[in-house]
C-alpha cells in the first residue's frame, strides 16, 4: 500500500502481468475488493492481471468532472476529476511503467458508480487508456450526456452497464440515468468504439462487485465481441 497527500494505492494481483486495471474506490469497495478479484478470475480464466486499487478522500469532489447541486442528501459535487485525473497519469502510471502511448503496458479504467463516471469522462481527456469499464456509472450527472455527444472518445473499448431498476427512483435526476446511458451507447457505438450495454438485476446497491468485474473481464478480453452481446442490449 502506497499514500500520498491525496490518493491511498494499494496493488493486487501478478505484479509482472502485462495488463494494469485502476480503479478509484472507497472504503466500501475496498472491503469487496478480493471478492472483486476472484469474480474477474472466474469469469476470465485467468490471474493474469494487476489491479490497482486507488481510494479517494472526497468521493464527491474528487470523481466529479465539474461543480453540480446536491442530487440527495446535502454534499454538493465539486470538480476534482482533473487533479485526480492528473495524478494516475504523472505519478500513478509511469510508476507502473505507463504514462506514453508506447508503454508496454496496456492500462484498463474502471470503476463503479461515480468511479464509472470519472472512468467515462477521463476517456474523453487521454488516449492512455486502452478501456473503459463503467459499472452502473452516474451518467445522470448534469450535463455529462451532452458532454459526450459533442466531444471525441480517445480509447480503444467500453463497457457500460446498468440495473435494470436503477432509473426507477422518485429522485428527477437520477432517474435519467437509464435515457442517459442508453443515449451513451447509442452515441459510441454509431462512433465505431466497440461497446456494449449490459442490463443486471436489482438496484444500484446489488452486487457492485460483480458488476464491476464483469465490467474489467469483458474489457480483458478485449471489449472486441459485441456482437455476441446483443442479448443483454434493450
Not at 446497491?205 to 456482437?227: C, H, M, S, V, Y
Request: net charge negative; with cysteine; proline share 5%.
Amino acid at each position: 500500500m502506497t499514500e500520498n497527500t491525496e490518493f491511498v494505492q494499494s496493488l493486487y494481483g501478478n505484479a509482472d502481468s502485462g495488463t494494469v486495471l485502476v480503479q478509484m474506490v472507497d472504503d466500501h469497495d475496498l472491503a469487496f475488493i478480493e471478492k472483486e478479484i476472484v469474480h474477474i478470475e472466474e469469469l476470465t480464466g485467468s490471474k493474469d492481471f494487476l489491479l490497482a486499487a486507488i481510494k479517494v478522500k472526497n468521493w464527491n469532489t474528487d470523481l466529479s468532472p465539474w461543480p453540480a447541486p446536491p442530487v440527495f442528501g446535502e454534499e454538493a459535487f465539486g470538480s476534482g476529476a482533473a487533479q485526480t485525473l492528473q495524478y494516475l497519469t504523472e505519478q500513478l502510471l509511469p510508476a507502473l511503467g505507463g504514462g506514453t502511448p508506447s508503454s508496454d503496458r496496456s492500462f484498463l479504467l474502471g470503476g463503479y458508480s461515480l468511479a464509472g463516471l470519472f472512468a467515462l469522462w477521463s476517456a474523453y481527456q487521454t488516449g492512455l487508456f486502452s478501456g473503459v469499464a463503467a459499472a452502473s456509472p452516474s451518467v445522470w450527472f448534469p450535463g455529462f450526456c451532452g458532454y459526450v455527444q459533442e466531444n471525441r472518445i480517445q480509447t480503444e473499448a467500453v463497457y457500460l452497464s446498468l440495473g435494470d431498476r436503477e432509473e426507477r427512483t422518485k429522485n428527477l435526476v437520477m432517474s435519467q440515468v437509464g435515457n442517459a446511458i442508453r443515449t451513451i451507447h447509442a452515441h459510441l457505438d454509431a462512433a465505431g468504439i466497440p461497446c456494449v450495454l449490459e442490463w443486471n438485476k436489482g438496484n444500484h446497491f446489488k452486487n457492485p462487485d460483480l458488476r464491476t468485474a464483469k465490467a474489467f473481464a469483458w474489457l480483458l478480453d478485449k471489449g472486441l465481441r459485441p456482437e455476441e452481446n446483443k442479448d443483454v442490449l434493450r
